[in-house]
């Protein structure tokens, strides 16, 4: 054992002196830490240079990693796949028709959607995605739920649009860097999205858990509405995210409301597609993006 | 082992390798890189892998960090892993003084004790960050933050094994 295991000043005041001054040190250490604590509580754009800074930095790094995990992922699947495939194939063909058959009545109700949309005047607004990006990585040390997209301001990217993937809602942008952002997922504690139940058009608030499930309750407090298996969807109140995409399936009720799971699971979904927020103006009035 | 470092030049390799005072500090910065783990994770369970390895190399050797490096490390890890600036910088030297405090009232080292004061480092951090969650607007129940603590407390042995055989590497102690 080369230096001492345990400190013992003893009685040489130089050694005291280095000692207490050292626990000086580390106090001022915990006081500075407390203030940026409290600066980026109270005024959390602050550091908003730094934080995109950071994020790109660390981008490289994640998105290596990311694509070791999916390589190694596929191959695992992929195997499994080859493995049952002709029990497979036949459940894939009776899906694809039972597919198509819902295709032919989606694209009736299409055009019968188009015709009363005509009739009445209403103008549908073309949303063009503002970026699209993959997924690279999330907060696994902490209660709170983000995740790392490879698109940043480079690609038009700002703080507070909403973020989607091909299955459903994923979350904001929260912080913003020149190459990568970091994303508030919809199942984040500090998340809420204002929903309605897809069957009833009932108006709901959904808000995460903080792990991987949303809480939903009606507006209108009394009888429990929800039934397993229904399909939340952004109602486009408050302008933020856009109306009508999914944004989580029930699985279990509870007291007064519902508990249910994300449809977008970012683990799976890999992709991710930025998109302008619902009504320019809530962007520029609210500070949506909180942390 | 006498006759054989006699015959070769082992002896005069003895003592720490060159930069060995550079290993803690080092590894802790290197472990922030663990929250890039490219696991898409849903609760959040994993251990903050930096507070760790400062732990555990903190409570093997006492003098492995200068008193500044806890805030520096600290503001490293937040800004790697995205948290909010601060809350490491104050984490990490809030275990830093608790170790301190509680090493000085110690009589004996053993491993359950090392143990233990290495759980009530992690939860007291643990507990911060879920304050700071709270007051973010993010009020994640306590019961929620249990998980967490229990893994990264069962992981610590582990962690304090790899700076144990680290150091010994560095000081060429075995």
């Known amino acids: 054992m080369a230096p001492p295991m345990i400190r013992r000043s003893g009685w040489s005041r130089r050694a005291q002196y280095s000692l207490f001054f050292g626990f000086v040190a580390l106090v001022a250490g915990a006081v500075l830490g407390l203030v940026l604590l409290t600066v980026s509580l109270v005024a959390p754009r602050t550091f908003a240079d730094i934080r995109g800074a950071a994020i790109d930095a660390t981008r490289p790094i994640a998105e290596t990693g990311s694509a070791v995990a999916a390589t190694v992922e596929g191959l695992a699947s992929g195997a499994g796949d080859y493995w049952d495939a002709a029990e497979q194939n036949a459940a894939l063909r009776e899906e694809r028709d039972e597919l198509r058959r819902r295709l032919i009545e989606a694209e009736a109700v299409m055009r019968e959607n188009i015709r009363l949309k005509q009739t009445i005047g209403l103008v549908e607004r073309s949303r063009e995605p503002i970026a699209t990006g993959r997924i690279i990585g999330s907060s696994q040390d902490s209660p709170r739920r983000f995740a790392v997209l490879s698109v940043g301001s480079e690609n038009g990217v700002a703080n507070g649009m909403p973020v989607r993937s091909s299955r459903g809602l994923i979350g904001r942008v929260v912080d913003t860097g020149r190459f990568a952002s970091r994303v508030l997922l919809v199942s984040d504690r500090a998340n809420v999205v204002p929903a309605k139940l897809l069957r009833t058009d009932e108006a709901v608030i959904a808000k995460g858990r903080g792990d991987g499930t949303i809480d939903i309750r009606p507006l209108e407090v009394g009888r429990n509405p929800f039934r397993p298996g229904d399909i939340i969807a952004t109602s486009g109140t408050g302008g933020l995210y856009p109306p009508l995409v999914p944004v989580a399936k029930v699985i279990r009720l509870d007291d007064d409301g519902a508990i249910a799971v994300p449809m977008a699971r970012p683990a799976e979904s890999g992709f991710a597609i930025v998109e302008p927020p619902f009504e320019p103006a809530a962007l520029a009035s609210d500070p949506l993006g909180d942390e | ?174």
Do not use: C
């Open chain 2, 1 to 174: 082992m006498g006759r054989r470092s006699l015959s070769s030049s082992a002896q005069f390799r003895r003592g720490p390798v060159p930069g060995a005072a550079y290993w803690p500090p080092a590894m802790v910065l290197l472990a922030s890189f663990f929250a890039l783990w490219p696991v898409i994770s849903f609760r959040g369970w994993w251990p903050d892998m930096a507070l760790l390895f400062l732990i555990a190399w903190r409570l093997q050797r006492p003098l492995a960090f200068s008193p500044w490096f806890a805030p520096v490390a600290g503001l490293f890890n937040d800004l790697v892993a995205g948290h909010m600036i601060g809350l490491s910088v104050f984490t990490f030297s809030l275990a830093m003084i608790v170790a301190e405090l509680i090493e000085r009232r110690r009589e004996w080292r053993d491993y359950a004790s090392e143990w233990l004061v290495a759980a009530i480092l992690i939860a007291v951090a643990e507990l911060v960050q879920w304050q700071v969650a709270r007051l973010n607007g993010a009020d994640v129940p306590l019961a929620a933050n249990g998980a967490p603590i229990v893994i990264a407390v069962l992981l610590f042995p582990l962690i304090a094994g790899i700076v144990n055989w680290a150091d010994a590497k560095r000081l060429r102690d075995r």
